[in-house]
């Protein structure tokens, strides 16, 4: 048997002003980023937690109705939280471009264009683009920011090189001081100390392929991600039963590979008898 990497979450240690975790649905990336959010604040911290998730249940894991703009969790101090619906955001983004082509254009060249703007990837540009503009007007008033669900290097590529995008950046994003040059979102996320991205993913043969096809993809943005975050691992749990001896092996075997050739800095998260909803089971799993 190999030895575990730790469980704990040492990037509470030092965070920076943005945490964002990724990886496919499912594998716990709500979890995670509440539990971080709420360690945070408990730190003292002012934290705003951020999910552009269809899927999401941040609202039954916090205990809260949340809406689509900042407010405060009741129960838990300096920290606040939204959902970001991205069916809408997508809906007003492709208006936008729309109003954008003027009484010119002609029904057909309108049509090709909702046509384009009708994937999948259109919905996640216009979560995060709705993401980038919260934190224009609201980043000042938060030590730190958590995504619980970060845009694929892809996505972010296509964002980085639409020159209307980048004029929109120009307009709303004030440049670093002292630079005189404007910081894109793509920028900010490639510089480790402003942004850390973390990959979860279970210990699992097919959900490690998928996430490390993520890090691929992030790295062809030139994003490094900070650490790899094994979820649910009953082999970290301490489990014994002899009929669980073949599932573990093949969860070791999955928590090397992410080790010897993913990440070096890899964390593991115990299995939990139950989903970790509320304050209490959440500080459990950041702790």
């Known amino acids: 048997m190999i030895a575990l990497p730790p469980g704990r979450l040492a ?52 205990g809260a109705r949340l809406a689509d703009r900042p407010s405060a969790v009741p129960g838990a101090d300096r920290l606040a939280a939204m959902n970001i619906d991205p069916g809408r955001a997508a809906d007003a983004y492709r208006a ?9 254009a002609t029904a057909r060249e309108r049509d090709e264009v909702r046509e384009q703007l009708s994937g999948a990837c259109t919905t996640e540009i216009a979560a995060f ?12 008033g938060y030590d730190h920011i958590v995504l619980d669900t970060a845009p694929t290097g892809h996505t972010l590529l296509l964002m980085d090189a639409t020159g ?9 994003l004030a440049p670093k001081p002292g630079s005189g040059r404007i910081v894109t979102p793509l920028m900010r ?37 900070f650490a790899w ?3 649910r691992s009953l082999a970290a749990a301490g489990t014994r039963d002899k009929l669980l001896r073949r599932r573990l092996a093949g969860e070791l075997a999955q928590i090397e590979r992410v080790r010897r050739s ?3 800095n890899v964390f593991v998260l115990p299995w939990q008898p139950s989903p ?12």
Request: aromatic residues 4%; hydrophobic residues 45%.
């Open 189 to 225: 996320q490639q510089d480790p100390a402003y942004t850390h991205v973390v990959i979860v993913t279970l210990p699992e043969t097919t959900p490690v392929t998928e996430a490390a096809a993520l890090q691929e993809d992030l790295r062809r943005a030139r994003i490094e991600p």
């Open 96 to 104: 936008r471009v729309l109003a954008q082509m003027g009484d010119g």
């Open 276 to 287: 970790p909803v509320g304050f209490a089971a959440l500080a459990a799993l950041a702790a």
């Open 11 to 62: 990037l509470l240690d030092r965070p920076p002003r943005h945490l964002f975790f990724t990886g496919k649905g499912g594998v716990g990336k709500t979890s995670i980023a509440c539990a971080v959010s709420l360690a945070l604040a408990d730190a003292g911290r002012s934290v705003l937690l951020v999910s552009t998730d269809p899927a999401s249940n941040l609202d039954e894991m916090l």
């Open 262 to 264: 993913l990440s070096s």
């Open 164 to 172: 209307a995008y980048h004029r929109q950046m120009t307009r709303e």
């Open 129 to 140: 683009d709705e993401f980038v503009g919260l934190l224009a007007g609201d980043e000042a």
């Open 229 to 231: 975050v094994v979820n």
